[in-house]
């Protein structure tokens, strides 16, 4: 009878007090991270992306192309990875093979992956990507397509040599600074040297996050600035300014992996450019920047993890007809007039015209740290105003898990140029975004904080 009474007293005093041990336990495991990075630098010459105006394919190298991944578990057993690579964009197809592979082999939803790109300007052409810009014969284009298929087995070799790599860390986070990002809106290039102040809206941020083993030693940091990698212009693979930042943050911190991630950098360039120096010069000052970030003081993260993700679906503006297409043919050339005809084909086959597209957008909660992700390449005016609502230690992504056109404001939309509305035809869309294109992301990612429990201050 007394070893009855013992049991019964046993297991209720497990049922009451096995949550707390349970949460204790949690709270001692902690975070882990696992962190790899590959060579994705082609190993022949292709055409590069980003630029019309280059009249043949790649020349050497200056440095190699990456890709990375680091990989977060909290201590609950919740998983997110951040994939960083040194690609103009990424397109739609492609982001949707690799996730679609990553979720196959590793259970990883789309929630829980950023798939971002530093969008430098001296990296390859991808299959899907900008190929109205591009002059390619159809070897090139066959060389595009081999390119791209090894691309995609690396990502998924990447996350599991990453997921494979985990142990206990210390995650901390911080908002550095710099200063070398100029709205191109606003200031003429030429006329830079002249000017005695700058203007328009930048983001001068410099969000980091670094991830340290339990002695200190530290192997990870993510880092990133909102600028267009366009310092350079020639025929050698490179990751721009961002490259040679990576390069510096790891020469510094020998054993560690440093990932740049490309912010909301839409409407902004490192002026002036078009050097080796100059892209240097940048990468320097963007790793100094990141270096006062690291010596200073940083915000511990508790280990929890939380990640939400949709795609919100954003319109166009009736398409040009087809007499309007034909003008367009007699007083346009390059990529405008590509488009132009490449609409009639379309008009003539009978091919259904895009009407909205379903454009990404992603919370990441790690610990107090909130990480904002938007797909295209927004301008920087999104990242002010989210960090309007959610105050500056916000950080925000742009360019990521699929870069399909420029994502222009209301204002910007009103005002036209390039980012709001030539840009649309040299990614091969059928017009314009409509007005309701701001509303609708900014709701959207109001929405998703709200799923994983993300307060919003009612005085923001």
Not at 28 to 35: E, F, I, P, Y
Not at 99 to 127: A, C, D
């Amino acid at each position: 009878m007394k070893k009855i009474i013992f049991l019964i007293t046993f297991f209720t005093l497990l049922i009451i007090f096995a949550p707390n041990i349970s949460a204790r336990d949690n709270n001692q495991a902690g975070w882990k991270a696992g962190v790899a990075s590959v060579i994705i630098t082609p190993e022949k010459s292709m055409w590069m992306a980003g630029f019309a105006a280059r009249t043949r394919p790649s020349e050497g190298k200056l440095h190699e192309l990456w890709a990375k991944a680091l990989v977060f578990e909290d201590a609950a057993g919740k998983k997110a990875v951040l994939i960083t690579t040194d690609l103009s964009g990424i397109p739609k197809s492609i982001s949707d093979n690799i996730r679609n592979r990553l979720e196959k082999s590793f259970k990883l939803s789309r929630s829980q992956i950023i798939f971002n790109t530093s969008h430098t300007h001296s990296g390859p052409v991808l299959q899907d990507a900008l190929h109205a810009l591009y002059p390619l014969n159809e070897q090139q284009k066959e060389d595009v397509r081999i390119y791209t298929l090894k691309f995609e087995g690396q990502i998924e070799d990447l996350v599991k040599k990453a997921l494979s790599s985990l142990k206990p860390v210390i995650i901390s986070t911080q908002n550095g600074i710099s200063r070398f990002a100029v709205n191109r809106r606003n200031n003429i290039e030429t006329k830079i040297d002249a000017q005695t102040d700058l203007k328009g809206p930048s983001d001068y941020a410099v969000p980091v996050i670094r991830v340290s083993d339990k002695q200190g030693k530290v192997l990870a940091i993510a880092f990133g600035y909102a600028c267009h990698n366009t310092v350079l212009h020639g025929y050698e693979w490179s990751g721009d300014y961002a490259g040679y930042a990576q390069i510096q943050v790891e020469k510094v911190h020998p054993g560690a992996t440093a990932l740049f991630f490309q912010g909301c950098g839409g409407n902004q360039n490192a002026i002036p450019r078009k050097s080796v120096p100059l892209a240097k010069q940048y990468g320097q000052e963007l790793a100094l920047a990141v270096e006062a970030v690291l010596e200073g003081e940083m915000r511990e993260l508790e280990p929890r993890l939380s990640t939400a993700y949709s795609e919100v679906n954003i319109e166009f503006e009736n398409p040009p007809g087809k007499e309007e297409l034909n003008q367009m043919l007699t007083k346009e050339s390059g990529y405008i007039r590509n488009w132009a005809l490449e609409m009639i084909r379309k008009y003539e086959k009978g091919e259904r015209i895009l009407s909205k597209y379903p454009y990404p957008v992603q919370f990441w909660q790690l610990g107090d740290q909130s990480v904002v992700a938007l797909g295209g390449e927004p301008v920087v005016d999104y990242a002010i105003n989210l960090k309007k609502i959610f105050g500056p230690e916000l950080f925000v992504m742009g360019y990521s898990n699929d870069v399909m056109a420029y994502i222009p404001t209301v204002e910007i939309l009103r005002e036209g140029g390039y980012e709001g509305h030539t840009s649309q035809m040299a990614f091969g869309l059928p017009a314009k975004w409509k007005e309701s294109i701001e509303p609708l992301i900014m709701g959207e990612v109001l929405k998703l904080a709200e799923e994983i429990g993300i307060a919003i201050p009612e005085s923001k």
